[in-house]
């Protein structure tokens, strides 16, 4: 019987309007970078968020890990609050009131992000969604390589959530999602928000709303 979903937080729950990845690093995280005497290349840092390169590969820079990725999510948070402030962090209109009937449920449900606990706060209380939540993990400073595709925050979730792999689902846009509720031994399902289709998912929907009667009906045939 599923008993709880886990959901990714960015491009499930709200996305960034217009959000270009290398005009944020050139505009925000470049100048912060050189501030602080940091070196490192737009390739290299995306390896380092996409999980091909470690969390901890700026040591070799002989730069401190912790302190380097506190810096990017300090820069993120001013990000998105700019953004919020001229409406371009946007909610998909299904998320209200898929969450909410998910509770009516009985379900129990957490968000995970590889973005910082400060930044996936700041988003869920925008729109107000952070009362939906048990449980809320952004990237751990204290386990930097955790984040998805690494199952650490995933787990961490089923831990708080009390709740085994096998009565929980995964609900995410991407590769890095599906990958993580894999290696945490939890069905993944893909929202097709940008029609990145991930042939790996368990399952594939369109809207929340489709996940509610997903839900329903896993949880209706384990019932029989």
């Given at each position: 019987m599923i008993k709880a979903l886990i959901f990714d937080v960015d491009e499930t729950l709200v996305y960034y309007e217009n959000y270009d990845a290398k005009e944020w690093f050139s505009k925000y995280l470049?100048?912060?970078?050189?501030?602080?005497?940091?070196?490192?290349?737009?390739?290299?840092?995306?390896?380092?968020?996409?999980?091909?390169?470690?969390?901890?590969?700026?040591?070799?820079?002989?730069?401190?890990?912790?302190?380097?990725?506190?810096?990017?999510?300090?820069?993120?948070?001013?990000?998105?609050?700019?953004?919020?402030?001229?409406?371009?962090?946007?909610?998909?209109?299904?998320?209200?009131?898929?969450?909410?009937?998910?509770?009516?449920?009985?379900?129990?449900?957490?968000?995970?992000?590889n973005a910082s606990q400060d930044c996936t706060e700041f988003v869920l209380e925008l729109f107000n969604l952070r009362k939906y939540f048990d449980a809320v993990f952004g990237k751990d400073y204290s386990y930097l390589d955790g984040v998805k595709p690494n199952p650490h925050l995933i787990l961490k979730s089923l831990k708080v959530l009390n709740v085994p792999p096998d009565k929980a689902l995964v609900i995410g846009d991407s590769e890095l999602d599906v990958k993580a509720a894999h290696r945490a031994g939890i069905k993944a399902v893909q929202v097709l928000r940008f029609d990145n289709f991930v042939e790996d998912a368990d399952y594939h929907i369109r809207t929340l709303d489709e996940l509610v009667d997903l839900v329903k009906k896993l949880v209706n045939e384990q019932r029989h």
């Open positions: 470049e100048p912060a970078f050189q501030q602080h005497g940091i070196n490192i290349d737009f390739e290299t840092y995306r390896k380092m968020v996409k999980g091909i390169l470690p969390r901890s590969y700026v040591e070799r820079f002989g730069i401190d890990h912790v302190e380097f990725w506190k810096l990017v999510d300090n820069v993120n948070l001013r990000y998105r609050k700019v953004l919020a402030k001229e409406g371009k962090v946007k909610i998909f209109p299904d998320v209200p009131q898929a969450l909410s009937e998910l509770r009516t449920m009985g379900l129990k449900l957490a968000a995970v992000s």
